[in-house]
């Protein structure tokens, strides 16, 4: 029995997507922002090849893994994209009976596949952007009638999206989606303003909703531009009270029927026509200087305190469900 009275946390960063690296980041800040003297944190790396390794870099394996999760009261997944956000890591934990920050398998198999989060957001009434799923047997006979957006149906930061004026350049964008996952979504270009927002969906059922925040950049927002600070954040976003009303209910609306738990992230475009729905992401990047903290902190929620939330409510709602 332990007699560490500090609530053992499992902070696991990596994974096999293309966010590798932007994980290892948002673990840790994670790991060097909890207070020590109420966690005892255990980091754990996924390698890009799967391999699980210790907080030393050692090879443990995925039975090692378990057993060193199994000694934690919690797990707080900080894996982007495939592998990870996609409910991979929540099922493990679920199969091991472990309290686990965020959405639960479904939500984030749902949130992970933009196609089917289109879908969900339809049949609440709030607008996407036009789109067609392709895969590689239809590629070759689409044609475009405009600009389009061509992203993985299923990846995350960006990786393989591509702005596509003119046909003979849709192959080569297409070829691109397809090298981080086999389905590909062709969208329409919404022309609007892009704000997010963050929601925390807690156990008791109540909903937080943090500042909306304005990604300001001098073209598309994608993996270059995300990392190289070269966009502008404005948090909180200028916005009329009648937009930021429609703006907080459409985001809940999908955040509850996607199931998410934890923080979810919610990508908008504001057009002359209201808003468009982009994508949820159940686990965005989260350094202290990522959207989300910056958009909690501006609400008077520090990063620490962010942090704290999450793991308690992972925490209650794993004994409401035992």
Not at 124 to 142: E, H, N
């Amino acid at each position: 029995m332990r007699r560490d009275h500090r609530t053992r946390v499992a902070v696991v960063g990596g994974g096999t997507s293309g966010e590798h690296e932007v994980s290892l980041a948002s673990a840790a800040s994670i790991r060097g922002a909890l207070d020590e003297s109420r966690y005892d944190v255990v980091a754990l790396t996924i390698g890009r090849d799967g391999s699980w390794y210790d907080r030393g870099g050692r090879p443990i394996g995925l039975t090692g893994a378990v057993h060193v999760l199994r000694t934690c009261d919690v797990v707080l997944p900080a894996l982007h994209g495939p592998g990870g956000e996609d409910g991979t890591l929540a099922a493990l934990c679920d199969l091991a009976g472990l309290p686990c920050v965020g959405s639960g398998v479904m939500a984030g198999a749902l949130a992970m596949d933009k196609w089917a989060a289109k879908l969900v957001a339809e049949a609440l009434g709030i607008r996407t952007a036009p789109g067609r799923l392709v895969v590689p047997a239809t590629a070759s006979t689409l044609r475009l009638t405009g600009p389009v957006v061509v992203k993985p149906v299923a990846a995350g930061s960006s990786l393989g999206v591509s702005l596509v004026q003119h046909q003979r350049d849709l192959a080569p964008a297409l070829a691109a989606a397809f090298a981080h996952d086999a389905r590909a979504l062709v969208e329409d270009v919404v022309a609007g303003r892009e704000i997010d927002v963050a929601v925390l969906a807690r156990p008791d059922g109540s909903r937080m909703v943090s500042p909306a925040l304005e990604i300001h950049s001098s073209g598309l927002f994608d993996h270059a531009t995300k990392y190289d600070g070269t966009a502008r954040f404005e948090v909180p976003a200028p916005l009329g009270d009648l937009d930021l009303q429609r703006l907080e209910r459409d985001a809940v609306a999908v955040v509850d029927a996607l199931g998410c738990a934890g923080v979810a992230r919610v990508d908008f475009f504001l057009t002359d026509r209201g808003w468009v729905l982009n994508e949820v992401n159940t686990m965005p990047g989260f350094t202290e200087t990522s959207q989300v903290p910056r958009m909690f902190a501006a609400a008077g929620l520090p990063y620490p305190e962010l942090l704290d939330l999450l793991l308690g409510d992972a925490l209650v709602a794993a004994r409401r469900a035992a």
